[in-house]
């Protein structure tokens, strides 16, 4: 198997952002009421932002769905200071540029949250291309924002390999056809991410470039 591009999301997978989304959402709920409990808006960061809403917003009209949805976009870019890449994040990206392998983050973030996401990250020059919200209507779990990301990368599906941290990410990989493997840093567990369609389960950027041979070649782990 000869893999010529490597698909990633961002938050949770290479910078430590999930919480900041968590809290934001938090906040932004509890400010419109009524309040949600912090443990299902984490289970739904990484889909679609409708989706998310339409699960967790329940009977709130449209005027208190919008105010919640800038308001979270306020506070999250008001702790935008705490954002920090994990542990050996770039050195993995640089890493598979060294090897001729096409590095695309395959996220549906909003173009200026994806900028101060790469300013994190401190490795552009690790990375081929980039897709944001602006490139599908609707994201994860479709498999839009993946299939963009494999024309940036000029990869067939059987040539690529996608690394995210989120169910929603596994299943989108797997409805475009894209083998995936996912990372325990954005605070999913491991049969979770299995169940959704992941071939293998790594703790964190860290642990993928330490067995970046076994990432490359499908060997499993879990």
Do not use: C
């Amino acid at each position: 198997m000869t893999i010529s591009a490597v698909l990633f999301d961002v938050d949770g997978t290479l910078v430590d952002s999930n919480f900041l989304h968590v809290d934001a959402w938090s906040r932004a709920f509890a400010e419109t009421g009524p309040a949600v409990d912090t443990w299902r808006i984490h289970r739904s960061i990484g889909q679609d932002s409708a989706r998310l809403l339409e699960s967790l917003a329940g009977d709130r009209d449209e005027e208190s769905v919008e105010r919640a949805k800038d308001l979270h976009k306020q506070y999250y870019l008001e702790q935008s200071g705490r954002l920090r890449a994990f542990a050996h994040a770039a050195e993995l990206l640089r890493e598979l540029a060294s090897r001729d392998i096409r590095v695309v983050l395959a996220t549906s973030a909003p173009a200026d949250e994806l900028e101060l996401l790469m300013d994190t990250l401190d490795a552009a020059d690790a990375i081929h291309a980039t897709t944001n919200a602006d490139d599908v209507a609707t994201a994860k779990p479709e498999p839009g924002i993946i299939e963009v990301a494999l024309q940036r990368a000029e990869a067939s599906p059987s040539d690529a390999l996608f690394i995210g941290d989120s169910i929603w990410d596994m299943m989108a990989a797997a409805r475009a056809h894209v083998r995936s493997a996912g990372v325990l840093s954005g605070g999913v567990g491991p049969s979770e991410l299995l169940e959704a369609g992941a071939v293998s389960v790594f703790d964190d950027p860290a642990d993928l470039l330490a067995r970046i041979d076994g990432v490359l070649s499908g060997r499993r782990s879990a």
